[in-house]
């Protein structure tokens, strides 16, 4: 029978700081699900920073957890409807949720936060 405390130690072993970067080293070598377990724990360590969650949210969605994903983003857009970046990520979730009208509107809200609005000819 396995026996998962060993991993569960690993994952969460270390100071915030210390966990962050090993998450990020997960991410990078694009071993999303190792990023989530560590994550999961910095972010219920620091529910208030927007970086940990982020970056959970991402990893989630590159590990095709998109519900999860979707949890994540949502929270984060809900504490701060201007962040542009959790806006488009909630949109693309969506879009490969097969939600499309409504990732349609967070894209656009992305897309008006970071300027990328297609720009009006006259006439139009």
């Not at 190792?34 to 970086?51: D, F, K, S, Y």
């Not at 984060?76 to 990732?103: N, S, W």
Request: aromatic content about 8%; hydrophobic content about 35%; glycine content about 6%.
């Amino acid at each position: 029978m396995y026996d998962d405390t060993q991993d569960t130690a690993y994952y969460a072993h270390g100071t915030p700081a210390e966990r962050w970067e090993r998450a990020r080293l997960f991410f990078d070598a694009r071993d999303y699900a190792a990023a989530a377990r560590v994550l999961v724990g910095l972010v219920e360590e620091v529910p208030e920073q927007t970086g940990p969650r982020l970056l959970l949210a991402r990893a989630y969605y590159h590990s095709a957890q998109l519900r999860r994903a979707e949890t994540e983003l949502r929270l984060i857009v809900e504490r701060d409807p201007v962040e542009h970046y959790a806006r488009l990520m909630l949109g693309r979730t969506l879009e490969r949720q097969g939600r499309h009208p409504e990732a349609a509107q967070h894209l656009r809200i992305a897309s008006a936060l970071s300027g990328d609005l297609p720009e009006s000819r006259p006439g139009n």
